[in-house]
């Protein structure tokens, strides 16, 4: 049920992920197991015993896009697409690769050859057979040039796709690729949905048929998601039968709701989670779980606008910027600095980079180095007769971000720069500015898959819209370093490339990097079964229930 694409964080940016190597596992594990999350609440209630039931209704700032996920790089859109499509293999608790869809595989000495061998007796929720052929047709249409996604690069590695029979299927690559058995985690899609059709124009991006656990019911735009649970899934019914999510853009309209109990699950702003519900009513009625998120909040630049094409300008930027005042007056301490696209004590992040602590002398000279000066005495920097002033984006309900921006705003006046914030809706701000590219700065957040291929955000190749490198940043040696990263299994081969390419990335500062937050989850505690792991929490979801005295609502069919 876990996606393993990048892709934007708009809420509680919490983890997607991504790996092949067996060394890299059994690295992350031991890091992960150290973070697993756990209710920060002890006042559980017992356990029960487990019954089929009840609706868990969830909370988010931004509505969905797109439900063919192959389509879509949000979050909210593949928090649904993870409960109705499968993929080939999936992971478990501990960051193990699993089967899925696939009971097994086989893979060849060399590694460039796998043979997946299919789940029989897998229904689609119209009833038909799941076979090899959906396998097939998912990646000729994510390989289609006609199809536009931002996650073909993974399949294109493949040299020959083949299906031997019914349940067999097998893919064939010419070069070691790291990444290869768990891009079979994709979305599988319905051949005989879609085949012959334009898959943008598709019924299924409004309302989905997939394999998974939930089947889709009903989306009321900009209100709310609904899902039924999959009596005939192959893994069993799920215990919870519905999952509403609500549409809620304001972060404080959110919690009001939530202190209502009108929901039951949802991230929390820092304030909330360290403040707001350390109250009987939160203590009696809710769990709260934290742990450091996989993923990082960043300050982005459109690479084409003048203003940034000087690295020293955004090295400046960079010195300019106190994050140990966002971290402690935004996130109330919750976070960890940011230095690269990669989490803390993970297998691939490289603690030995270039940083940029808050240095406002240090970011004036090189402001002066690049030309700009102020030459009237206004306070503002000025270069062949231009203000230096640009427009700071970011999306509607995250007040975290919000906050940022506000601070980045104050700390970047004190240098001559002027910024104005504007605020967007989710969509809007996805589809009108960044896949269109009419931002000059943005505040977003990236989800950090453990596998470090970077190859989606930062190659040169990927820039195109609604590519997921929209802030336009081209390096030859980062595609080189990219390249080869994904191309070896050797882990010690595979951390160099990455270590360089994090100090390139450093020095170049494409992105101001800020933090890594903590992830902030507040639950309802009349769900039980609920097991925190190294994977975090939804790995289980199926398993969740609510006893029956307990209950409250009743899913109409």
């Excluded at 029960?48 to 931004?62: N, Q, Y």
């Amino acid at each position: 049920m876990l996606q393993r694409i990048i892709r934007w964080a708009s809420l509680s940016d919490m983890q997607i992920l991504r790996t092949f190597s067996l060394l890299f596992l059994t690295a992350l594990i031991a890091v992960a197991c150290s973070n697993s999350p756990s209710p920060e609440n002890n006042k559980n209630r017992p356990a029960g015993e487990p019954a089929h039931g009840d609706i868990i209704v969830l909370g988010d700032i931004g509505d969905a896009t797109n439900l063919i996920p192959l389509l879509a790089s949000d979050k909210p859109s593949h928090d649904i697409a993870s409960m109705v499509y499968n993929g080939l293999v999936k992971y478990d608790k501990n960051i193990n690769i699993v089967g899925d869809l696939a009971e097994s595989w086989d893979v060849s000495e060399n590694g460039l050859v796998i043979t997946f061998h299919l789940r029989k007796g897998v229904r689609w929720h119209d009833g038909s057979p799941f076979t090899a052929a959906d396998v097939l047709y998912t990646y000729q249409v994510t390989t289609d040039p006609k199809t536009p996604t931002a996650y073909a690069g993974d399949f294109l590695k493949v040299k020959k796709a083949e299906v031997l029979d019914d349940y067999t299927f097998r893919v064939t690559y010419d070069k070691p690729f790291a990444p290869a058995l768990i891009s079979w985690g994709s979305a599988i899609l319905p051949k005989h949905m879609l085949a012959g059709t334009d898959i943008t124009r598709s019924p299924l991006t409004r309302h989905p048929v997939g394999t998974g656990p939930y089947k889709f019911k009903e989306w009321v735009a900009g209100q709310k998601i609904v899902l039924v649970s999959n009596t005939d899934y192959f893994e069993g019914r799920p215990y919870i039968d519905g999952r509403i999510t609500r549409i809620i853009p304001d972060m404080a309209t959110l919690f009001l709701e939530l202190r209502g109990q009108g929901i039951d699950l949802s991230g929390l702003s820092p304030l909330q989670y360290t403040r707001q519900t350390e109250n009987n009513l939160f203590q009696n009625n809710f769990n709260k779980y934290r742990y450091l998120s996989f993923a990082y909040t960043y300050l982005g630049y459109n690479l084409k606008n003048p203003l940034f094409t000087d690295k020293r300008v955004r090295q400046a930027i960079s010195y300019a910027i106190n994050k140990d005042e966002i971290i402690s007056g935004v996130l109330l301490g919750l976070g960890k600095p940011a230095t690269g696209p990669f989490k803390p004590g993970t297998w691939p992040y490289n603690g030995n980079v270039k940083i940029y602590n808050f240095d406002r002398q240090k970011a004036k000279d090189l402001l002066r180095e690049a030309g700009w000066q102020d030459i009237n005495g206004d306070g503002i920097l000025e270069k062949n007769g231009k203000d230096f002033a640009f427009e700071l984006v970011t999306n509607q309900g995250n007040e975290t971000r919000q906050k940022c921006a506000e601070i980045i705003q104050r700390q970047l006046a004190e240098v001559g720069i002027t910024v104005k914030i504007r605020i967007l809706e989710w969509a809007a701000f996805i589809n009108d500015f960044i896949n269109k590219r009419r931002f000059d700065a943005l505040i977003m957040g990236w989800t950090i898959p453990p596998d470090p291929d970077a190859y989606d955000v930062w190659h040169s190749s990927k820039t195109a819209p609604e590519e997921l490198n929209f802030i336009s940043y081209k390096n030859s040696e980062v595609d080189e370093l990219v390249e080869k990263g994904r191309s070896t299994f050797d882990l010690a081969e595979r951390k160099k490339y990455y270590d360089r390419f994090q100090e390139i990335l450093a020095e170049e500062q494409p992105y101001t990097f800020l933090y890594v937050p903590d992830s902030l989850i507040i639950i309802n505690k009349r769900f039980r079964g609920i097991e925190p792991a190294p994977i975090g929490l939804n790995h289980n979801f199926i398993k969740w229930y609510v006893p029956k005295e307990e209950q409250k609502f009743v899913m109409t069919p």
